[in-house]
């Protein structure tokens, strides 16, 4: 129902591009708050950004610090993750999730549908 891709190895001070499809039918796109997380080895799951069905985003200033952009395309029932540069904190696997919702979270129980993760490693 939520594939999300886009994910590789990538240099520190590179970019890429993370990309959340919304494919089942019975969801209505234009309803439902995308959430990105991350999950590094031997961390807990955060979130790293979201943008709600208003449009309205956060971001995880903490760990992002503007480096990171989010944005729908309702055309193509997808939620993009543009990510510039990289450092080797930012290394793991980046799940997507989806609720109806008009303002986003990072309450991960807030969300019940959830993409099957991209890997992203940042190394040179």
């Known amino acids: 129902q939520l594939q999300a891709s886009g994910g590789g190895l990538v240099q520190p001070g590179g970019s890429v591009r993370l990309a959340c499809a919304v494919f089942a039918s019975g969801f209505t796109f234009d309803y439902l708050a995308i959430g990105w997380f991350r999950q590094a080895p031997g961390k807990e799951r955060e979130g790293v950004s979201c943008i709600g069905s208003s449009g309205g985003s956060l971001y995880n200033e903490d760990s992002v610090k503007g480096r990171f952009t989010i944005s729908r395309d309702v055309a193509m029932k997808s939620v993009y993750l543009q990510m510039n540069n990289l450092n080797p904190e930012d290394t793991g696997v980046y799940y997507c999730?989806?609720?109806?919702?008009?303002?986003?979270?990072?309450?991960?129980?807030?969300?019940?549908?959830w993409g099957q993760g991209t890997q992203v490693t940042v190394s040179s």
């Open positions: 999730a989806a609720q109806k919702l008009t303002n986003c979270s990072f309450r991960r129980e807030w969300y019940a549908f």
